[in-house]
Structures are given as structure tokens and as C-alpha cells.
């Protein structure tokens, strides 16, 4: 199997059910899952749900889930990369799968961006970047990916995953975390205040004040109580705040 591709497949069965309990506590009209491979998790989805479009790149796993699920009216194979796939095409749905580690920004990323249209993910990732999207400020981990998730949704690290888990076993630990998207009245256009949070979290170790004078110049930002501070140490509110006050809007 080329490893390029992230493909470490999940054997442990217990783990499959936490994660498609997780994903689907009852019933869910439709599901996005992501890098379906060989069909395990797959399997378990079906159970749950009225709905799901399976999305896997490799041609080989593709043609054996073929095989597997031949004649299930309710799976859709979408043989694609998830990157090039317009998750918001099926209308709402939940979203979840045991990801290719070389993609878990980016889907995260997408996956937030279906916002109404996302009704919960549920995903293994590596345990570091479980860590980072879930970290309180001030924390080693708390960081661009931790305040931009939030901007979209509650995150939580519901459970650790070993490499044994998996054939065959990555390098790093794994994780499963859960996102909730915000109520829709609180998910406003989030553009504005991602491209204000990669400004200030430009340089991790930086004051505001040096990541911020390049675009706001130095007066506006000297003027705010939260110049000589770094972004790690603001949560999502305080960010907002600041911006408020630099931009007037
Ligand atoms: N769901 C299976 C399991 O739990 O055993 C496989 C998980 S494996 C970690 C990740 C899967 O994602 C692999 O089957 C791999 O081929 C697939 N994959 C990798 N890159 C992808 C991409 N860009 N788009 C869609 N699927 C991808």
C-alpha cells in the first residue's frame, strides 16, 4: 500500500464503533466520510445513517469498496480527492472519517466552511493536532487552528487512539475529535476575522504589536492595552474586541 497516501487502516473494532457512535449518537439523514478505504468504518455508517457518499482516491481501495458494498442503494463512492470535492453538494450532512494525516488542516478547514450545512465532525487525526485544535489559550498548543475552529465550532478531544489501533501502525499517536458548529445566528462571515488571526499569530513568538504595526501601523496598535502581548495568550473574544477597536467595525 503506498503510504503517500496516509493509509493506515483502522483494525480495532471497538474503535470503529466509538467513532461512528460518536459521529451518529442515533440517526443521521446523511454522511460525508472521508478517505473511506477499505470500507470498515464505512460499514458502520451505513447502520446509522439514510446516507452515505464515501469519498477515496485511491483506484484500488475504490474498486474493492465497489466489491464490498455491491448493490447498496444508500452508498454513493465518490472516487475523487476529498480536496477537490465540494462538500456542501449533498446539502447538510455530518462529516467524519479516520483522515490522511498529510491533509488534516485542510479538511478541517473545509469541512468548518460547509457552515450551516455542516451538522457535526467527528474525525481521527493525529493526536498533536487534536491537541491544537482543542487547546486552551496560554496553552504550548493553542495557536491559528485553535481560534479559527472556534470561529466555526465547540471542539473536543473525545478519546486517544495508539498506533497499535492501526495496520499498519503510524509513527505518531492518534485522536478523535468532535466539532459542533455554532449556532447558525453566531456563524457570521468568518473571512474578515481569519485573515485578522493569521496577522496576529504571523510570527508565533511576537508581540502584537511588531505582527500587526506592518498593516495597522504603529499608533493604531500602540494604543491598545494588548500591544506587548502575544497572540497565544488572547482568547477568541479578546481577539474580537481588539479588532473592534482597530478597525472600528
Ligand atoms: N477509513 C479507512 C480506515 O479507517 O481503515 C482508511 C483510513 S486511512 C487513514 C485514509 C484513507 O484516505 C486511505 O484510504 C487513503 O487512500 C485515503 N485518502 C488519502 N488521500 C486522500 C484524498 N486526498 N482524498 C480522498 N481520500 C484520500
Redesign the pocket.
Known sequence: MPQK??????RRPAT?EKIAAAAIPEHADQVI??????G??TERLLERAGKVYA????PE?VARLMMRFRGEPRLKIVA????ATDLTQWGRAVVT?????Y?TSPVIERTLAMGKLLERAVFLIQKEVAERVTAKPGSRDYGFLTVATQLHAHSKLLFKVPPGAFSPPPRVDSAVIRLDPLPANELGDPTPMLAFLGLCFKHKRKTLRNNLAPIFGRETIESQPEAGLRAEQLTLEQFRDLYRRMTGG
Request: avoid cysteine; charged fraction near 15%; charge should be negative.
Open positions: 497516501l496516509g493509509q493506515h487502516f483502522l470503529l466520510e472521508i478517505g473511506a478505504g477499505e470498515v468504518l469519498i477515496e482516491v485511491d481501495l475523487q480527492d476529498v480536496l472519517g479516520n483522515l490522511p494525516y491533509i
